[in-house]
Protein backbone atom coordinates (compact mmCIF):
# COMPACT_ATOMS: atom_id res chain seq x y z
CA UNK A 1 0.00 0.00 0.00
CA UNK A 2 0.85 3.60 -0.93
CA UNK A 3 0.47 6.04 2.20
CA UNK A 4 -0.17 9.40 0.47
CA UNK A 5 -1.62 12.90 2.28
CA UNK A 6 -2.28 15.87 0.39
CA UNK A 7 -2.25 19.22 2.85
CA UNK A 8 -3.90 22.23 1.02
CA UNK A 9 -6.82 24.83 2.19
CA UNK A 10 -8.74 24.18 -0.75
CA UNK A 11 -11.06 21.56 -0.48
CA UNK A 12 -11.91 21.27 -3.88
CA UNK A 13 -7.94 20.35 -4.47
CA UNK A 14 -7.88 17.73 -2.23
CA UNK A 15 -10.28 16.30 -4.02
CA UNK A 16 -9.38 15.95 -7.04
CA UNK A 17 -5.91 14.88 -6.01
CA UNK A 18 -8.03 11.88 -4.03
CA UNK A 19 -9.82 11.62 -7.01
CA UNK A 20 -7.00 11.17 -9.63
CA UNK A 21 -4.98 8.93 -7.36
CA UNK A 22 -8.08 6.62 -7.20
CA UNK A 23 -8.21 6.66 -11.34
CA UNK A 24 -4.38 5.89 -10.85
CA UNK A 25 -4.96 3.11 -8.56
CA UNK A 26 -7.57 1.27 -10.83
CA UNK A 27 -5.57 2.03 -13.89
CA UNK A 28 -2.23 0.41 -12.35
CA UNK A 29 -3.75 -2.08 -10.00
CA UNK A 30 -1.97 -0.22 -7.23
CA UNK A 31 -3.46 0.42 -3.52
CA UNK A 32 -3.52 3.89 -2.13
CA UNK A 33 -4.47 5.24 1.40
CA UNK A 34 -5.28 9.31 0.84
CA UNK A 35 -5.37 11.42 3.77
CA UNK A 36 -6.08 14.96 3.49
CA UNK A 37 -5.75 17.84 5.70
CA UNK A 38 -6.81 20.98 5.19
CA UNK A 39 -4.38 23.00 7.79
CA UNK A 40 -0.88 22.60 8.50
CA UNK A 41 -2.14 22.51 12.10
CA UNK A 42 -3.78 19.38 11.38
CA UNK A 43 -0.64 17.97 9.79
CA UNK A 44 1.58 18.77 12.31
CA UNK A 45 -0.57 17.04 14.73
CA UNK A 46 -0.94 13.88 13.00
CA UNK A 47 3.18 13.83 12.35
CA UNK A 48 3.77 14.90 15.95
CA UNK A 49 1.08 13.35 18.45
CA UNK A 50 -0.09 10.57 16.45
CA UNK A 51 3.82 9.91 14.70
CA UNK A 52 2.40 9.40 11.04
CA UNK A 53 4.72 8.57 8.35
CA UNK A 54 3.57 9.10 4.50
CA UNK A 55 5.25 7.75 1.23
CA UNK A 56 4.41 10.91 -0.50
CA UNK A 57 3.33 14.00 0.72
CA UNK A 58 1.48 16.34 -1.57
CA UNK A 59 2.28 20.02 -0.46
CA UNK A 60 0.47 23.38 -1.01
CA UNK A 61 3.68 26.15 -0.92
CA UNK A 62 0.97 28.77 -0.07
CA UNK A 63 -1.02 27.14 3.83
CA UNK A 64 -2.49 29.30 6.73
CA UNK A 65 -0.34 29.74 9.93
CA UNK A 66 2.71 27.48 8.23
CA UNK A 67 3.56 27.71 4.94
CA UNK A 68 4.17 24.63 2.92
CA UNK A 69 8.16 25.23 3.15
CA UNK A 70 7.93 24.99 7.04
CA UNK A 71 6.39 22.05 6.84
CA UNK A 72 8.62 20.73 4.75
CA UNK A 73 11.86 22.40 6.67
CA UNK A 74 10.09 20.57 9.74
CA UNK A 75 10.16 17.28 8.04
CA UNK A 76 13.83 17.35 6.61
CA UNK A 77 15.53 19.00 9.40
CA UNK A 78 14.25 18.49 12.44
CA UNK A 79 12.37 15.19 11.49
CA UNK A 80 15.96 14.47 9.58
CA UNK A 81 13.13 12.33 7.61
CA UNK A 82 14.58 12.15 3.46
CA UNK A 83 12.49 9.48 3.22
CA UNK A 84 9.00 10.68 2.55
CA UNK A 85 8.51 12.47 -0.80
CA UNK A 86 7.31 15.92 -1.02
CA UNK A 87 5.58 17.35 -4.37
CA UNK A 88 5.16 21.20 -3.59
CA UNK A 89 1.60 22.38 -5.35
CA UNK A 90 0.96 26.14 -5.95
CA UNK A 91 -0.72 28.63 -8.10
CA UNK A 92 2.38 30.23 -8.93
CA UNK A 93 5.51 29.10 -10.95
CA UNK A 94 8.07 31.10 -9.40
CA UNK A 95 8.40 29.29 -6.16
CA UNK A 96 9.57 26.50 -8.11
CA UNK A 97 13.64 27.40 -7.97
CA UNK A 98 13.59 27.99 -4.02
CA UNK A 99 12.00 24.72 -3.02
CA UNK A 100 14.96 22.52 -3.83
CA UNK A 101 16.67 22.77 -0.37
CA UNK A 102 13.94 20.25 0.85
CA UNK A 103 14.72 17.71 -2.17
CA UNK A 104 10.80 17.67 -3.27
CA UNK A 105 10.31 14.74 -6.16
CA UNK A 106 8.19 17.57 -8.03
CA UNK A 107 6.86 20.58 -8.10
CA UNK A 108 2.93 20.76 -9.87
CA UNK A 109 1.19 24.36 -11.01
CA UNK A 110 -2.22 24.69 -10.61
CA UNK A 111 -4.74 23.64 -11.91
CA UNK A 112 -3.18 20.57 -12.76
CA UNK A 113 -4.31 17.42 -14.49
CA UNK A 114 -4.91 13.77 -13.87
CA UNK A 115 -2.29 12.68 -16.19
CA UNK A 116 0.18 15.76 -14.25
CA UNK A 117 -0.64 13.51 -11.35
CA UNK A 118 -0.54 10.13 -13.18
CA UNK A 119 3.12 11.66 -14.46
CA UNK A 120 4.32 12.11 -10.69
CA UNK A 121 3.09 8.84 -9.28
CA UNK A 122 4.76 6.87 -11.91
CA UNK A 123 7.80 8.79 -10.98
CA UNK A 124 7.39 7.87 -7.77
CA UNK A 125 6.94 4.51 -7.96
CA UNK A 126 10.05 3.96 -10.16
CA UNK A 127 12.13 5.69 -7.40
CA UNK A 128 10.97 4.43 -4.56
CA UNK A 129 11.52 0.79 -6.50
CA UNK A 130 7.93 -0.46 -6.58
CA UNK A 131 7.49 0.01 -10.18
CA UNK A 132 10.06 -2.33 -12.02
CA UNK A 133 11.51 -2.87 -15.44
CA UNK A 134 11.08 -6.36 -14.84
CA UNK A 135 8.50 -9.05 -15.41
CA UNK A 136 8.32 -12.57 -12.93
CA UNK A 137 7.02 -15.88 -13.48
CA UNK A 138 7.12 -19.54 -12.43
CA UNK A 139 9.30 -22.20 -13.92
CA UNK A 140 9.41 -25.91 -12.32
CA UNK A 141 9.51 -24.35 -9.12
CA UNK A 142 11.76 -21.41 -9.78
CA UNK A 143 11.31 -18.07 -10.34
CA UNK A 144 12.90 -16.31 -13.56
CA UNK A 145 12.82 -12.97 -14.14
CA UNK A 146 12.83 -11.04 -17.64
CA UNK A 147 13.13 -7.34 -18.66
CA UNK A 148 9.56 -6.37 -19.71
CA UNK A 149 11.02 -4.71 -22.86
CA UNK A 150 11.84 -7.82 -24.04
CA UNK A 151 8.21 -9.66 -24.38
CA UNK A 152 6.14 -9.34 -27.57
CA UNK A 153 3.04 -10.79 -26.37
CA UNK A 154 1.67 -13.76 -24.49
CA UNK A 155 -0.87 -16.06 -25.51
CA UNK A 156 -2.84 -19.22 -23.85
CA UNK A 157 -3.35 -22.13 -25.60
CA UNK A 158 -4.71 -25.21 -23.49
CA UNK A 159 -4.18 -23.26 -19.96
CA UNK A 160 -0.49 -22.76 -20.80
CA UNK A 161 0.88 -19.26 -21.31
CA UNK A 162 3.08 -19.11 -24.16
CA UNK A 163 5.51 -15.90 -23.99
CA UNK A 164 6.83 -14.74 -26.98
CA UNK A 165 10.37 -12.89 -26.68
CA UNK A 166 12.80 -11.88 -28.00
CA UNK A 167 15.17 -15.22 -27.65
CA UNK A 168 12.34 -17.27 -28.40
CA UNK A 169 9.02 -18.75 -26.90
CA UNK A 170 8.87 -19.39 -23.23
CA UNK A 171 6.24 -21.58 -21.99
CA UNK A 172 4.60 -21.66 -18.03
CA UNK A 173 1.41 -22.22 -16.00
CA UNK A 174 -0.26 -18.73 -15.31
CA UNK A 175 -3.74 -16.43 -16.16
CA UNK A 176 -3.37 -13.63 -18.56
CA UNK A 177 -5.36 -11.89 -16.04
CA UNK A 178 -3.18 -11.97 -13.23
CA UNK A 179 -0.45 -11.05 -15.81
CA UNK A 180 -2.56 -8.06 -17.19
CA UNK A 181 -2.79 -6.66 -13.45
CA UNK A 182 0.99 -7.28 -13.57
CA UNK A 183 2.17 -5.06 -17.01
CA UNK A 184 -1.01 -2.63 -16.39
CA UNK A 185 2.03 0.00 -15.72
CA UNK A 186 3.83 -0.89 -19.14
CA UNK A 187 0.33 -0.14 -20.76
CA UNK A 188 0.41 -4.13 -22.11
CA UNK A 189 -3.02 -4.49 -24.42
CA UNK A 190 -5.54 -6.68 -23.36
CA UNK A 191 -6.69 -7.35 -26.80
CA UNK A 192 -8.14 -10.76 -27.03
CA UNK A 193 -9.11 -13.39 -24.37
CA UNK A 194 -6.25 -14.94 -25.75
CA UNK A 195 -3.61 -12.36 -26.05
CA UNK A 196 -2.04 -9.59 -24.22
CA UNK A 197 0.18 -7.82 -26.16
CA UNK A 198 3.06 -5.32 -25.80
CA UNK A 199 2.08 -2.23 -27.55
CA UNK A 200 6.32 -1.15 -28.16
CA UNK A 201 5.50 -4.05 -30.52
CA UNK A 202 2.60 -3.44 -32.49
CA UNK A 203 3.83 -1.78 -36.14
CA UNK A 204 -0.21 -1.58 -37.56
CA UNK A 205 -3.14 -0.92 -35.37
CA UNK A 206 -6.56 -1.73 -37.12
CA UNK A 207 -10.09 -2.33 -35.95
CA UNK A 208 -10.28 -5.69 -35.18
CA UNK A 209 -6.58 -6.83 -35.16
CA UNK A 210 -2.82 -5.80 -34.83
CA UNK A 211 -0.15 -6.85 -36.71
CA UNK A 212 3.50 -6.97 -34.87
CA UNK A 213 7.09 -5.80 -36.68
CA UNK A 214 7.44 -9.49 -37.35
CA UNK A 215 4.63 -9.40 -39.29
CA UNK A 216 2.42 -11.47 -36.89
CA UNK A 217 -1.41 -10.58 -37.00
CA UNK A 218 -3.35 -10.63 -33.63
CA UNK A 219 -7.11 -10.36 -33.45
CA UNK A 220 -8.94 -7.95 -31.56
CA UNK A 221 -11.59 -9.25 -29.39
CA UNK A 222 -15.52 -7.56 -30.99
CA UNK A 223 -16.28 -6.72 -26.88
CA UNK A 224 -12.55 -5.47 -26.44
CA UNK A 225 -12.29 -3.03 -29.18
CA UNK A 226 -13.65 0.34 -28.18
CA UNK A 227 -11.49 0.27 -24.51
CA UNK A 228 -8.30 -0.90 -27.11
CA UNK A 229 -9.07 2.01 -29.40
CA UNK A 230 -8.72 4.11 -25.92
CA UNK A 231 -5.82 2.78 -24.41
CA UNK A 232 -4.12 2.93 -27.41
CA UNK A 233 -4.90 6.74 -27.68
CA UNK A 234 -3.84 6.61 -23.85
CA UNK A 235 -0.56 5.06 -24.53
CA UNK A 236 0.19 7.00 -27.81
CA UNK A 237 0.03 10.16 -25.75
CA UNK A 238 1.77 8.93 -23.25
CA UNK A 239 4.60 8.18 -25.11
CA UNK A 240 4.43 11.88 -26.38
CA UNK A 241 4.43 13.32 -23.61
CA UNK A 242 8.14 11.67 -22.50
CA UNK A 243 9.26 12.82 -25.79
CA UNK A 244 8.94 16.67 -24.38
CA UNK A 245 10.22 15.31 -21.11
Known amino acids: MIRV???????EICAHIESCLHQFELKYNQEIEVEPYTSSDAFLQAIQQNHEVYDLIFLDV???QKSGIDLANYIRYEKKDELQQIVFISGKSSYSLSLHDVHPLDFLIKPFSEMDLERVMTRYLKISGRWTDSFFYQQGGDTIKIKVSEIWYFSVLNKEVMMHTNSGIVSFHGSLR????QLRKDSFLYIHRSYLVNPEYVKIFEYDQVTLYDDTVLPIGSSRRVDICKKRMEWQNARKGKRHI
Open 178 to 181: EIDK
Open 5 to 11: TVIDDNI
Open 62 to 64: ELD
